[in-house]
């Protein structure tokens, strides 16, 4: 919190899902400087618990939550817990996913079916588990307005050779958010779809070797985005003034094609 009392986000509180480094870890920071008192869930809770520490030294109020949102118990217990300790719920970045690249033939499906439980339906357990207190904050809340940001891709729009199934992960929670869009916007809770392009993260680290070396080649000599040029849109999106909702964002790295 830069300016106690008089930032866009003050006396209000984020979630953030995939907390733990990345994208989600800088927003979760990002939004915080803002005035946001945040609640972070993921598996690692030793990177959430430094984050925790890196809100609260400059003086916000964050809490870890250990939570595999693929488990809707799990999801249902993060939001209940970021209501419990801090009483309300204003934004949620339903953020955590998981790109397990390769081709359809001979695939591992153990890898598709990481995907779909994540990216899918880990982010609709959260969407889900949240929009009470969303449309509760929308209603009640200080800022007249609640946001559901919800992190897809580029591959969510577009479809490449060898990434089917994050495609299809990616295009699916497009669809549920638009839908979801339509059914709460006249109620003041904004659903935006992020999809950024290739980010510097963690997020590759995760594929075969072959799989990674092939990434490793195309992205070659290319500035990719940082997590943070993602975290500043996801607040731009979320301290729009509430006549304005930003719905969709494609971000890209300058020389991606
Ligand atoms: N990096 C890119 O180029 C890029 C591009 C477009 C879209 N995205 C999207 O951006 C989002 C964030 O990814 P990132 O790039 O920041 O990658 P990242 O650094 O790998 O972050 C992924 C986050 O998801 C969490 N996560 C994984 N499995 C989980 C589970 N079962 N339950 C709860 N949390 C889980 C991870 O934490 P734990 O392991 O601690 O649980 C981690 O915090 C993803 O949805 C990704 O698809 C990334």
Known sequence: MANPGNDPLDGTVALVTGASSGIGEQTAATLAELGADVVVAARRTDRLDALVER??????????????????????????????????LDTVVAN???????????????????????NLLGAMYTAHAALPHLLTAAETGPRQVADLVVTSSVAGRQVRLGSGVYNASKHGIGAFAEALRMEVTQRQVRVSLIEPGAVETELASHNRPEVQERMKQRFAGMERLQADDIARTIAFVVTSPRHMAVNEVLIRPTRQQ
């Not at 003086?59 to 009483?87: H, I, P, S």
């Not at 955590?96 to 994540?118: H, K, N, P, S, Y």
């Open 55 to 88: 809100i609260t030294g400059k003086g916000g109020r964050a809490l870890a939550v250990a939570a595999d949102v693929t488990d809707e118990a799990q999801a249902v217990a993060a939001v209940t817990q970021a209501v419990e300790r801090f009483g309300r």
């Open 96 to 118: 955590a996913g998981v790109m397990l690249l390769g081709q359809i033939e001979d695939a591992d499906t153990t890898e598709w079916r990481r995907m779909i439980e994540l």
